[in-house]
């Protein structure tokens, strides 16, 4: 693996263990040591995302875990995840998922309960 692979994979998995921060580009390039500018583009060409596409995919995919959990409210699942506002996170995990937080919820409920 090339340096360059090596210092966006450290910036992945930085995002991945950290996605309820509030993540900057910066502080992720920072993290690779790599200047913001070329670190966007050669985040996008390694791992095939945007910086913020992959740090909104990673906090969805945290919020549906909580989710199926069931211990928490939907708006502390979307600060425990890094959305400051709740109806932000409403919106964009309808647009990832096709479903509201609630309609996501209430279908794994009834799904755990399928025979």
């Given at each position: 693996m090339d340096k360059r692979t090596e210092s966006i994979q450290n910036a992945?998995?930085?995002?991945?263990?950290?996605?309820?921060k509030d993540i900057s580009?910066?502080?992720?390039?920072d993290i690779a040591g790599i200047r913001d500018t070329y670190f966007s583009r050669l985040f996008q060409e390694i791992t095939g995302y945007g910086?913020?596409?992959?740090?909104l995919n990673i906090?969805?995919?945290?919020?549906?875990?909580?989710?199926?959990?069931?211990?928490l409210k939907i708006t502390q699942i979307a600060l425990a995840c890094g959305f400051s506002d709740g109806n932000y996170f409403g919106d964009i995990f309808k647009k990832r998922t096709g479903l509201s937080p609630r309609?996501?919820?209430?279908?794994?409920v009834k799904q755990n309960f399928l025979p």
């Open positions: 992945a998995k930085y995002i991945f263990e950290n996605y309820g580009l910066q502080e992720a390039a910086f913020k596409e992959y740090l906090r969805i995919q945290h919020a549906q875990e909580m989710l199926r959990a069931g211990k309609e996501f919820r209430q279908l794994q």
